[in-house]
């Protein structure tokens, strides 16, 4: 006896059979209804996260420039 006779299919051809074909175990209840996308649902924060930290950057470049501006013009005279 063959070692591919004693053990059939290799795990891969199984793995492939089962994904080829999806079951429909425990799906039925589900069948009218389409769930929303993740992303729709719970919404992420990370664009306001990332829109105050170039604000707050904005900000410290401009006070960096006056600051800079005023340190110049008061010790220049």
């Keep these: 006896m063959s070692r591919k006779e004693r053990f059939g299919n290799s795990r891969a051809a199984r793995q492939q059979d089962e994904t080829a074909a999806p079951s429909n175990i425990g799906t039925n209840?589900?069948?009218?209804?389409?769930?929303?996308?993740?992303?729709?649902?719970?919404?992420?924060?990370?664009?306001?996260?990332?829109?105050?930290?170039?604000?707050?950057?904005?900000?410290?470049?401009?006070?960096?420039v006056g600051g800079l501006f005023w340190y110049g013009l008061k010790f220049t005279d």
């Design 29 to 64: 209840s589900n069948e009218g209804e389409a769930l929303p996308p993740r992303r729709k649902k719970h919404p992420s924060s990370n664009y306001k996260v990332t829109k105050w930290y170039y604000n707050l950057l904005f900000v410290l470049f401009v006070s960096l």
